[in-house]
């Protein structure tokens, strides 16, 4: 196996066992025997434990950024599509903890244990994308479209909807999720749409 297929390897066992077990209920040892392959060759290729559950979080931020929803987010800012914004943000939470649902358990992890700078590096809407939206809700009150509310408080009320619908259905994987995600993006849409706009 090639040096790049075994690096892979060892990211995806040490992937899955931390999103089960966390930092701490991990060890090498562990991941060796989920990778096939002995410890020591775990050193070989990172220097530390937290060498390689830093390298778990940059194999995900590298691999599941969305420019085009980015893009999108940024495109209904600028054209002051107040009600696609919100549609936006919400398919994009759900789409994120349906796409990445090991890596949100991981992430979860990662805030219970105080590993907090990793968990921000792996959140799936990146911070200054997050200020740019609390910054135009608070233009769009200021303009009068918006109700008059902490902006990142009605970012958090949007934001958190999705969020909890997504971590019950795809981390918790909760029976009583019978909503399809297009269902929940809509009601979540027309809630936060009477809440937020006048």
């Known amino acids: 196996m090639k040096q790049t297929e075994r690096r892979a390897s060892l990211i995806e066992a040490a992937r899955t066992l931390f999103s089960e077990r966390g930092f701490h209920g ?12 002995t410890e020591s060759l775990i050193f ?11 390298a778990v979080i940059d194999d995900y931020v590298e691999n599941s950024r969305r420019p085009d929803w980015y893009d999108n987010i940024r495109g209904f800012m600028a054209g002051n599509a107040d ?4 549609r936006a943000l919400i398919s994009f939470v759900i ?16 805030i219970l244990e105080g590993y ?25 009150q200021k303009e009068g479209f918006l109700q008059p509310m902490d902006p990142a408080a009605m970012f958090h009320i949007i934001f958190g909807m999705a969020r909890s ?16 995600d297009q269902e929940a993006v809509e009601a979540f849409t027309q809630f936060a749409i009477r809440a937020a706009l006048k």
């Open 26 to 37: 991990t060890t090498t040892k562990q991941i060796a025997a989920a990778a096939g392959v």
């Open 83 to 86: 009600a696609e914004l919100i």
């Open 165 to 180: 619908y997504a971590i019950g259905k795809y981390v918790y994987k909760l029976k009583e999720m019978h909503a399809s």
């Open 44 to 54: 070989r290729h990172f220097e530390t434990k937290e060498t390689l559950y830093r």
């Open 95 to 110: 789409e994120a903890y349906r796409s990445y649902p090991v890596m949100q358990r991981l992430v979860l992890f990662a």
């Open 116 to 140: 907090h700078q990793e968990a921000d590096r792996a959140c799936h809407l990146p911070k200054a994308l997050q200020t740019q939206v609390i910054t135009y809700l608070r233009r769009r």
